[in-house]
């Protein structure tokens, strides 16, 4: 672990990596945290918090941009070893550490640009009845912030991930959880954070990592009165215990948590009918894309009954029939899939259309089921999340049920209409009610792909994510880290720099209601 600069065993338990494939430990053994490794973490992050988020925007992001040169300059070490804890393939980790530079840069380009700080100024107004103050007003860090590392992505929504790129950029130092699948792959990238920090002459608590072989130090992290905001990508059941920590505490804080979601997808008449199998293949190309381990996996296709709906339903169990079982990330991971879709195999009311072909012990066989919308409306477990490849087709009698059955969804992620000219006004009267349920609307495309951009959101409402007013992907997850502070009558010399007449980091600013440039 990293105790700050320092590296640290933990004697509380071990954690070990895991082959997905075969169930076998890993070596080495990685030391657990103790109260007191946790403690110094939290102190050390506390003393660097003011220091920190007063360092110039430009240093923070050079600072950034350190970490990403020292994560690629790990080299195949790191590949090799994700490879061995995750069982993912290489090409997807190439691309996946990709993204989690690109996350860091991004959020460089962000601090330079300057309005991440949304600096507000209107000036005094002396002769005004009444008298109107100098008031200034601008984002600044809200403090430290716990991480904690995912399973499905042991890079990009990690140690360094985007939790963490978002968290530092506003200038809140972190203190990482590696996720207790990933323990070589959390050191190498917590090196290469930690050396990042020494090589920029910041505090050394601006970053540590810790590991726990249970549950009590995380929970103690989320529960420690330093830290200020917390950000998990995990289960429902994960979520809503760090979520029940934070708020039985004597400052509550914000978990922003993603933790489930099915994302469904609509598949209009016209569209339906004119491309069916061409919809379908491509849906099992998104279903089974990473054994279906995304949180944004098509769980759910909605869709008004008839020829058209059963040419989809006879195309995509044809596709996936031929598909071969992959390793699942956990052993844990594959026994809950496993679970979930006896459910759905076991129940009344679900038809199954298709399997793909058997695996290994922690293989996962992929699924696709159909019941009728009467069905889907009177039994609530059939909304629940099965992480993996599986996915349930609802046949709708018209789109006048088919929107009675979005209007009883659960907040998600994503949601997909497949349209063609034709589609768009029965599309345009389902929108508004499928725009109350997600974070994204996508056309003719499915949400297994999340762009790292200004203007993507990945959020959306309960049980989707804790708070569907943020993102966890896209410059605006910075905003999740920040709070507006403002200066009454404050004089020049007491201002921070973002608030000061003469502009010195040059960055955009509202006076007096008119946006000015840097």
Do not use: W
Not at 47 to 53: C, D, L
């Amino acid at each position: 672990m990293f105790i700050g600069a320092h590296e640290v065993t933990g004697s509380n338990g071990q954690v070990f990596g895991i082959d997905p494939a075969t169930g076998e430990q890993l070596d080495p053994a990685f030391g657990g945290a103790t109260p007191a490794d946790l403690e110094r973490a939290c102190a050390l992050a506390a003393e660097a918090a003011e220091p920190f988020a007063a360092l110039a925007p430009a240093k923070r992001a050079d600072f950034l941009e350190s970490i990403a040169e020292k994560i690629m300059a790990l080299g195949d070490d790191l590949i090799v070893r994700v490879m061995q804890e995750s069982g993912l393939p290489r090409a997807r980790l190439e691309g996946e550490r990709g993204r989690t530079c690109n996350q860091l840069r991004l959020f460089a380009g962000v601090l330079r640009a300057g309005h991440y700080l949304d600096v507000r100024i209107d000036p005094a107004l002396p002769d005004r009845a009444p008298p109107r103050p100098d008031l200034r007003v601008a984002n600044e860090a809200i403090g430290p912030v716990a991480v904690f590392g995912a399973s499905n992505f042991p890079l990009a929504f990690s140690v360094a991930g985007g939790d963490t790129a978002s968290a530092l950029a506003a200038g809140c130092p972190v203190v990482a959880k590696a996720h207790p699948a990933h323990p070589g792959t959390s050191e190498l990238i917590g090196r290469a954070v930690r050396d990042a920090v020494a090589a920029a002459g910041l505090p050394e608590g601006v970053f540590s990592l810790i590991m726990d072989s249970g549950h009590a130090i995380g929970a103690a992290l989320v529960a420690d009165p330093r830290i200020k905001a917390v950000g998990f990508t995990g289960s429902r059941r994960g979520g809503l215990a760090l979520l029940e920590i934070a708020r039985q505490r004597a400052e509550p804080i914000p978990v922003y948590a993603e933790m489930s979601s099915i994302n469904p997808v609509v598949l209009f008449p016209r569209a339906l009918a004119e491309k069916a199998e061409a919809t379908a293949k491509a849906f099992v190309g998104s279903l089974t894309l990473g054994a279906g381990q995304f949180c944004t996996n098509p769980g759910l296709v909605l869709a008004v009954e008839g020829e058209a709906l059963d040419r989809f339903v006879i195309a995509a169990g044809e596709a996936l029939t031929t598909l071969p079982a992959q390793t699942m990330l956990t052993p844990g991971i594959a026994s809950a899939y496993r679970e979930g879709v006896a459910a759905l195999t076991g129940h009344a009311d679900v038809e199954i259309v298709a399997r793909g072909a058997e695996g290994g012990q922690h293989g996962g066989q992929a699924g696709l089921f159909v019941t009728s919308a009467e069905a889907f409306l009177a039994h609530r477990e059939l909304q629940d999340e099965i992480f993996g490849a599986a996915s349930l087709v609802v046949r709708c009698p018209d789109l006048a049920t088919l929107g009675t059955v979005i209007d009883a969804l659960e907040g998600q992620l994503t949601a997909a209409i497949h349209i063609v000219p034709a589609d768009e006004p029965a599309a345009a009267d389902l929108l508004p009610r499928l725009r109350a349920k997600v974070g994204r609307l996508l056309v003719n495309g499915y949400g297994t792909g999340v762009e790292v951009a200004h203007a993507m959101v990945h959020g959306g409402p309960y049980p989707a994510t804790s708070d569907a007013r943020t993102t966890s992907v896209g410059s605006l997850a910075i905003a999740r880290f920040l709070r507006p502070v403002c200066y009454q009558d404050m004089p020049e010399a007491l201002l921070p720099d973002a608030l000061k007449q003469a502009n010195p980091l040059g960055v955009p600013r509202l006076v007096d209601g008119a946006m000015q440039a840097g």
